[in-house]
């Protein structure tokens, strides 16, 4: 079995800083892309941030400038620095990433249960 969890959501005034972690455990060969998705109430899930395992990023045009993605790949972990949040930010953001595991040449994709990020005064 593969997990995906997320960490360092909250609450945060406009144009302060999170960063978000999601670490991958279980039976991982290798991960390929990872990413950033957010929801909103009656909203569909958008992508935020992704990176290749070869480091290549993309960003939403709402972000970029803003928010940060990287990876560790030897701990299957991928970060999202978020800076100069607005109150837009307002989410659950999900972490995503497609994951082979020991024993299947195949990648599925994998989500975390997601992090609340709020932005308010």
């Known amino acids: 079995q593969v997990q995906l969890v997320e960490s360092g959501g909250g609450l945060v005034q406009p144009g302060g800083s999170l960063r978000l972690s999601c670490a991958g455990s279980?039976?991982?060969?290798?991960?390929?892309?990872m990413g950033w998705y957010r929801q909103t109430p009656g909203k569909e899930r958008e992508l935020v941030a992704g990176?290749?395992?070869?480091?290549?990023?993309n960003y939403a045009d709402s972000v970029k400038g803003r928010f940060i993605i990287s990876r560790d790949n030897a701990k299957n972990t991928v970060y999202l620095q978020m800076n100069s949040l607005k109150p837009e930010d307002t989410a659950v953001y999900y972490c995503n990433a497609e994951v082979t595991r020991r024993g299947q040449w195949w990648s599925n994709e994998y989500w975390g249960q997601g992090t609340q990020v709020t932005v308010s005064s």
């Open positions: 279980g039976s991982i060969r290798s991960i390929n892309a």
């Open positions: 990176i290749t395992s070869g480091g290549s990023t």
